[in-house]
């Protein structure tokens, strides 16, 4: 059974810092490609930013030069360092791992930026 488990959310100021993690269970971590969407209320699920397994990374242009994706197959895990965050920003974060036949979605985890 394949399981992918987001932590790490929460409210937090604007200009403030989160790291989000995604953990992998059930799947060979290092054959996906990883990536964080977000979707905030009335809008459309959206790319944050993606790692494949070449070590490429890529940021929608609204997150590039605050935030971080990186992954570390030894413990199949993801993460997503937010910096300078704004209230656009806030959003329920989920983490996918697409690869193979299937793609596998997290539960998602809410940040909320907010004075």
């Known amino acids: 059974q394949v399981q992918l488990v987001e932590s790490g959310g929460g409210l937090v100021q604007p200009g403030g810092s989160l790291r989000l993690s995604c953990t992998a269970s059930g799947i060979i971590f290092s054959f996906y490609a990883m990536a964080w969407y977000r979707q905030a209320p009335g809008k459309q699920r959206e790319l944050v930013a993606s790692?494949?397994?070449?070590?490429?990374?890529n940021y929608a242009d609204s997150v590039k030069g605050r935030f971080t994706i990186s992954r570390d197959n030894a413990k199949s895990t993801v993460y997503l360092e937010m910096n300078s965050l704004k209230p656009e920003d806030t959003a329920v974060y989920y983490c996918?791992?697409?690869?193979?036949?299937?793609?596998?979605w997290g539960q998602g985890t809410q940040v909320t930026v907010s004075s």
């Open positions: 996918q791992a697409a690869g193979g036949a299937h793609d596998y």
């Open positions: 790692s494949v397994i070449s070590g490429f990374t």
